[in-house]
């Protein structure tokens, strides 16, 4: 719902400074231009909006009024009006090119979308403290989303602390706790519910019309992953269920072909100036094949632009590091801004990866990860992708550690994967290739 304010607010900001822009140009006569404005413009907002959502300006996570996120916000207003001045004065048929028309429309616009976006922030904030959250049950997964809350108050919850059921006194007054506090909403550990005193109590707080979230539910909901301490075998049989997601598999192999032929027409001319720099700088081979674990753990045959200095891994494989000696200066910009990875769109076409889905391991990896990681094999019961929802949230991994962290993404992908999401991974990567190559 506030991703949906968000964005109306955003349009209806949009439509109010043409207007205002007509008024200011036409006084009462504006009705008699509105209509030929009306049209293009609209063209132009859906356009906007949609670099909007690829710059994350609708992530609630980070909508703050800080300078970083206002820092953002201007740089992507300066691509939007390159791209209405470039439709405006390129495009033949639209019939109008407005100059001062344009300046007083784009000088409107950023007032009031800086007004507007101020006040959201601000609003969204205090609404947190309405919606007074408590967490009930003492863990280390609901300390974790403690901590998580108060960081992120854009989210809309304000976290008012753990209450630890183990403590009887705790236990005893927490139904006064509640209503002294004026929760609203109410997370509960799953061991809480074994606790027919505390169950009692909950059922005792209905008519307050609270609203009651699972702790692990809860948690994915404004977290994006799935803690692994909350899963067993029995998750897998209810999200992997190939019958309910039959039309999606089928449409989805249709979206990744199309896609990838869309992309690597696009980024041939790109492709064509990296072979050259990759040749240039470095002696040795363009791509670089690397065997991966596929869909049901089979391998398969994964290609990258080679980013490393000839024969890196003489000595075998290892995780790659921080300022990694072995990687080029070429192959440094390329990992920056996952250049490297436009090859794998020949993967995408022959069938071997998806556009969207967990990232395909090394099997020079996979042992080490699947003994310390529980779960960790099941990540290969959907097909791996090109990109992915772990890439995206967490950083760049090389540990065992990183690993788990990206499964618990991976898992919330797998149970959420529809082609809604898939778009908008994609278009979000597309985001971090652009604003990486321009540091």
Request: no cysteine.
């Amino acid at each position: 719902m506030r991703k949906s304010i968000l964005l109306l607010g955003d349009l209806a900001i949009l439509y109010a400074a043409l207007m205002g822009m007509l008024l200011i140009r036409y006084g009462a006569e504006y009705h008699r231009n509105f209509l030929v404005h009306l049209l293009p413009f609209t063209i132009i907002f859906a356009v906007w909006l949609l670099v909007f959502y690829i710059a994350n300006l609708y992530e609630l996570s980070v909508v703050k009024n800080t300078i970083s996120f206002f820092s953002t916000y201007f740089s992507v207003m300066a691509i939007n009006i390159g791209i209405a001045i470039t439709f405006f004065y390129l495009v033949p048929f639209i019939g109008i090119a407005p100059k001062r028309n344009l300046f007083i429309f784009i000088a409107l616009a950023l007032a009031l979308e800086v007004v507007w976006r101020t006040l959201y922030n601000q609003l969204l904030v205090k609404s947190g403290y309405r919606n007074n959250t408590l967490i009930v049950g003492l863990s280390e997964q609901s300390q974790e989303l403690y901590d998580f809350l108060l960081a992120d108050p854009q989210l809309g919850y304000n976290a008012l602390g753990i209450v630890d059921i183990q403590n009887e006194a705790a236990a005893r007054t927490l139904e006064k706790l509640i209503r002294e506090k004026h929760v609203k909403t109410l997370v509960i550990a799953r061991e809480v519910y074994a606790l027919p005193d505390i169950v009692e109590v909950l059922y005792r707080l209905v008519p307050l019309k609270l609203r009651f979230f699972n702790l692990p539910n809860f948690s994915e909901r404004v977290t994006g992953k799935i803690p692994l301490s909350t899963i067993d075998q029995s998750w897998f049989l209810d999200n992997l269920s190939d019958g309910s997601k039959r039309a999606y598999e089928l449409a989805k192999r249709l979206f990744d072909i199309l896609g990838a032929l869309v992309l690597g027409i696009m980024v041939l001319p790109v492709m064509g100036i990296i072979i050259v720099a990759i040749k240039i700088y470095t002696p040795g081979s363009i791509f670089y094949q690397q065997t991966r674990k596929g869909k049901a753990g089979q391998p398969f045959i994964f290609l990258k632009f080679r980013t490393m200095i000839p024969q890196a891994e003489l000595g075998g494989a290892v995780w790659a590091q921080t300022n990694d000696p072995r990687i080029t200066r070429v192959g440094r910009f390329l990992r920056k801004t996952r250049l490297d990875e436009i090859p794998q769109l020949w993967n995408v076409l022959i069938g071997d990866l998806s556009l969207v889905g967990p990232r395909p391991e090394r099997p020079e990896f996979h042992g080490e990860l699947s003994a310390k990681i529980p779960f960790y094999n099941e990540r290969y019961l959907i097909k791996p992708g090109a990109m992915g929802w772990a890439q995206l949230k967490y950083r760049y991994g090389a540990s065992v550690h990183d690993a788990a962290e990206k499964l618990q993404y991976d898992l919330y992908y797998v149970k959420n994967r529809s082609l809604l999401l898939d778009a908008s991974i994609v278009l979000r990567t597309i985001n971090i290739i652009l604003r990486q190559a321009g540091r």
